[in-house]
């Protein structure tokens, strides 16, 4: 695949999915961008990628603060060049009965899992469409296309990374540039290994919803960016992928708690 010396930016790539993704990304020869919130994870995470030989550069942003995503697409472009391909990976995650959730936690679970993926994508399309080319890639998750109980913003708002992908490839796909979604299941991450530890949760019993009998490592997802990045994927738009083990087309026979 035709990666090398093109440019990506990966949202929240200080750790989990988007570490995963920018290791890879720099594997096949791309200069990455990393952005996290968390400052030193997006140093620490461009530190390894400089070791490993790549082109990377540390770009901590908070997502949801439009100066903040349009600093960072800006310092991209001029310190690494031209955006190839913009992986909106960063997301939050709240859990809780729907009667419980504040007004908080749902608000921040839009800001930044949807929010967050409309203004990093509007300030790189910006960039994009005058070259008439460029990807587009979003992270959501299967809770964004199937039911998730006591997840209500997290499902709500990754369910609308789903349909705003859809939207954006369609409008975008007379320019040049392809937009498409990854829908990951459980996946061996600190987002999910601490939440499962906070909740008093067993992850061998939820292993065992996922007929692949393992959850996703971050590098599964890794290779399915790298692809929909390619040429080769030039006409592969609009698509929502899940990468779950078969998690998402699964029925179990029995009745939710
Ligand atoms: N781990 C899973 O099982 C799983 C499943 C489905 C979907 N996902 C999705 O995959 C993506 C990555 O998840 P992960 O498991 O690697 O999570 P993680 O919590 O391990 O990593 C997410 C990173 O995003 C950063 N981040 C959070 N808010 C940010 C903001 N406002 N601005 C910039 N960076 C911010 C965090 O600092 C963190 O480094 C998320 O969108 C998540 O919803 C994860």
Redesign the pocket.
Known sequence: MTLAGRVALV??????????IAHVLTARGMAVGV????KI??EDTAEELRRAGGRALAL??????KA?VEAMVERAENELGPLWLLV??????FSGPTVDMSEEAWDRAF???AK?VFLCSQAVIRRMLPRRAGRIVN??????IIVRTNQIA?CAA?AA?VHFSRCLAVELAPHGITVNC???????????V??ARERGMDLAEMVRLIPAGR??E?ED?AHLVAYFASDEAAHVTGQVVAV?GGQSQYLPLVRPK
């Open positions: 949202t929240g790539a200080g750790r989990g999915i988007g570490k995963a952005n996290d919130g968390e994870s997006a901590p942003a908070d997502i949801s603060r903040e909106n990976n960063a997301g939050v995650f800001e930044v899992d967050g992270v959501s998750s299967i809770a964004g997290y990754k990374v990854l829908c990951p299941g459980m996946t061996r991450t600190p987002m999910l601490e939440g959850m996703a971050p997802h779950d």
